[in-house]
Each structure stands twice: as structure tokens, then as C-alpha cells.
């Protein structure tokens, strides 16, 4: 192992404390460039995670936690973001390694998202309001919203860090306490992140880690009776399988599920400009990411243009060392990802789609694959109905309007789309007409924390970010007054 990548061994973090798993049982972080062991996790048993929830649970009622006005609890939140900035080089570091993500990404989008996802939260917390209602002349009535008490959150690999601030800082804005569950493969991110937010000053048991595999310490959450919300981003598998163990205990779930991202090109759109964004939308991160725009829908009269474009951009693209920071694209976070790449590759193949660029796994250690290009790719074919989560693009051609929006709209996914025009009404209707939570137009995974996002379909329900994303965390109650 070189220096660069060592890392200490990790533990849970409950009550203010880090601490080993109650049967003291550990397991292998894998670094996916190398395919060596980073560290070690601690692995979470059912009492540990009712030992973080009870503590939560008893610091939702606190003083230190509910006793503190509106500005406090706003100040606490704008410490934590800059605690984030301040400690960004290692948590950056840390993402890098466990994930694979180019340290250009990680030190220039994850952390700087992540202090400014608090501070945007921060800036909500002396805005929360109910309302006020003249119910007649015998009373009147007033809302106000309310934290909900525990939160519990189970997040996936891809973006480990972001995913738990996009919960974690609406549900602290709101007033509630926290249990999070990062992903088996990529704890790192999450319990520095509690390391940093106890070194600014948030009370022990406000927010708990609790390591482990999906099947003890997500289900055991999903289950806790005092667990009031669940906070899911994950695959619609699992998805569905969390929703149904939470049911038992009526908890309020969000669930950010699976994605196949249409990204449709018209004929009017600047090719320069959908080049680019057409690239990005398909291997950012490697393509593990939900929101990608994985199916490119392009009109016939510039398809053949667009796909040269293309592949020329992707050929000249070389995958590399995460922490290099020239590195522009890592490899897979772990190693069955990269297995379902390479299960995908030959599938398509198998279905008839003409493989256009690249379609191997890289030569080195590690979980590196190439950037893959499909054209005559057909939109009932599995590799344009499920969803890959790798470096792995198709193209498929349309010829109206209609079509590209039949076929955008033809999956069981609706979690963001796309569109390339120049007409400003053509983009307008189209947008309207894609069942998506999110719409890109002539762009493609441009986020704002003012903007929510969230699924249609099978993507999920619940949105995050945005007020919106504060409201997932908050609880109604209307008071009603005798005036008579
Ligand atoms: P992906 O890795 O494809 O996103 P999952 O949706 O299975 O896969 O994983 C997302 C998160 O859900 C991870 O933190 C994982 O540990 C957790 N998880 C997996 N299976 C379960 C389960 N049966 N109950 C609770 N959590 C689970």
C-alpha cells in the first residue's frame, strides 16, 4: 500500500463516540484502483444500531440539541460547512480512495457541495413558518412544522458523501436527530464527516454512524419502531424491499431509486455543445451515477455526425489513478460494478447493438473499464430498458418529436432526463411531456441545493433539495384556537 492511499482503520461512531462493533467484528475496504485493502471497518451488529438509535433518540429531546433557538441551531449547521471546507483536502482524499473518483472531482464537486448543502440548509432553519388560517368567528387556526424526531438513512456508493448531506442537512435544519448507514463498500466519507461535524460542536447523539451490510443494519433501521423516517437512495430492489420492511412501523420513507436517463438530441441542437454535455451526462463518475444520461435518443438527421463526434471524445479518454489530478475518469467503485459492466458489454453485443468505442475492461489492477459507445441500439433492448450504473452509452435514432418522447418515456425509470434544442417552445413541451423528476435542457447535471430532484415511476418518491427537501423532514400540526 503507498502512503498516499493509507488509511487508518474505522469504527462506529454512536453517542458522540467512535467505537468498535459489539462482537468487534471488522471487514476489508477495498481501494478500487488497486484492488488492495485500504483499512478496515468496524461491522455493525442489530444492538449497535439500536444502541445509535436509542442515543438519538435521547438527543432529539436534549437540551443541547432541542433547546437551542433557531439561531443556534443555523449557526451550528454554518460551523459544520466550514469545518468541511476547512478539512476538505482529506475528506476529498478519503472519497478518492474509497470510491475511485478523480481527486479533480472529489476536492472541485463533492466537498465544496457538501459545506454548501449545510450552509443552504443553515439558511432555511430561521425561515421555517407555518400558517396562519381564519377559520370563522369561532376560532382560528395556525400550522407549524415540526421535526419528525429519528431519521435513519441508507445511502449507496456512488456518491457517498453528497447523498448523506443531501439528508443530513435538511433533517438537522428541521430540528431531528440522525442514523446514517453508508454503503458496505465506501464507509470513509460518512464517519470523517462525523468526526468533523463533532469537532464543530454538534452534540453527542445528533448524528450517529452505524457500518455494516444492507441485509442487518439497513433492515434493522428500516424496522426500528423509533425510527420515524427513512431516507433511501439506492436500486429499486432494495428500494422496494426497505419500503415494505418499513411499512410494519408506518414510517414516512423517501427513496431515491434506478435511473436510465434519456437524453434526447433534436436536429436544431449545437453539436459542439452536445458533444460535451452528451459525454458528461454518460461518464460522469464512471457512469455510477443515477441521474446519468445513459440512453442518447438522436435525431436521424444528425446522428451519424453526433456519434463521430463522440467517439473520437471518448477514444482520447483514458481512465487512471484517482488521486492523480489529471486523472479525468476512475475506475468502477468495486468490483462486482464491474462485473455488471462487463455483463452488459457482451449482452448488448448479444442483442445485436454495434459496439462503437471502447467495450473492455482496463489492463491494470483495479476496477477500471473503458468508456463504452452502442449505436443501433433499440429501445426494447435490455441495454435501453435497465440500468447499467457504468461507463456504458447507447445511441438510439428518432425521427419525430413524438417518437423521441415515446421512447424517452419508455422505461420503467423516471428520474432525470434531457434535451438539445434551439427552439425555445420545443423545449418548453418536451419538458413537459418527459416523465422525470428532473429535466435538463442543453445541459445535463447542472445542481443547484434551491433545485430538487427526485423520481417518477420506479425511480422512487420524495424529493431532495430545496424547500422541498426541507419539508421531507418535517412534520405538520395545526393549532386551533376558541375565540368565542
Ligand atoms: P446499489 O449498490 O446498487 O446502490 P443497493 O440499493 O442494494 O445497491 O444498496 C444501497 C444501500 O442499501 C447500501 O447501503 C446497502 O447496504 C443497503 N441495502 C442493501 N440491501 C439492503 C436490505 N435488504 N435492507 C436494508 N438495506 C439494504
Redesign the pocket.
Known sequence: MSTANAVQDVQLFIDGQFRPAADGQLRDVIDPATGAVVCRQAWGTVGDVDDAVESAARAFVSPQWSGLTLKQRARLLLRIADAIEEDGAELARLESIDVGKPIIFTQGFDVPQAAEGFRYYAGMVEQIEGAMRQAGTRSFGYTRREPLGVVAA?????FPLNLAVNKIAPALAAGNTFVL????QTPLSSLYLADIMSRAGLPAGVFNVVTG???T???R??RHPRVIKLA????T???K??IA?AAGTLKKVTAELGGKGANIVFADADLDAVTQWAFQAAFFNTGQFCMSGSRLLVHRSVHDELVSRLTKVIEATSVGDPLDPATMMGPLAHRAQLDRVTGYVALAQAEGATLRAGGNPVDRPGFFHEPTLFTEVTPDMRIAQEEV?GPVLTVTVFDTDEEAVAIANGTPYGLAAGLHTASLTRAHRVAAQLAAGIVWVNTWAMFENSIPFGGYKDSGYGRELGPEGLQEYQQLKSVVVNVE
Open positions: 441508507i445511502t449507496p456508493f456512488n448507514k453508508p454503503a458496505e451490510d444492507g441485509p443494519v439497513g433492515a433501521l428500516a433511501f437512495t439506492g436500486s430492489a432494495t428500494g424491499k426497505l420492511e450504473f
